[in-house]
């Protein structure tokens, strides 16, 4: 079993900056080496994905994201994280993690992040 667990949701101000981590617990085969990524939703649309980071720290992002959001992680702590600067009212979601480990696909459970202008 394999939990993921995010944390740093909330509201903030357009223009402001907000850091999101993603923990994993369980039954990790080698978080080191697996894929983590961030999605978000917001209010009507579907899950899209905002960015993501391989186990050799390869990261991509969306087009949407790119400049202001940077994704990153620290091995021993099993935890990856998402800093989000220069916030937009349209970043308004809830951000879920996303690992795939071993071939297995795990979600966590998702924050609520509000932008206000």
């Known amino acids: 079993q394999v939990q993921l667990v995010e944390s740093g949701g909330g509201l903030v101000q357009a223009g402001g900056s907000l850091r999101l981590s993603c923990a994993a617990s369980?039954?990790?085969?080698?978080?080191?080496?697996?894929?983590m990524n961030w999605y978000r939703q917001a209010p009507g649309k579907q899950r899209e994905l905002a960015a993501g980071?391989?186990?050799?720290?390869?990261?991509n992002y969306a087009d949407s994201v790119k400049g202001r959001f940077t994704i990153s992680r620290d091995n021993a702590k099993n935890t990856v994280y998402l800093q989000r600067n220069s916030l937009k009212p349209e970043d308004t979601a809830v951000y879920y993690c996303?690992?795939?480990?071993?071939?297995?696909?795990?979600w966590g459970q998702g924050t609520q992040v509000t932008v206000s202008s």
């Open positions: 996303r690992l795939i480990d071993y071939g297995n696909i795990y």
């Open positions: 980071i391989g186990g050799g720290g390869r990261t």
């Open positions: 369980g039954s990790i085969f080698s978080f080191s080496i697996d894929v």
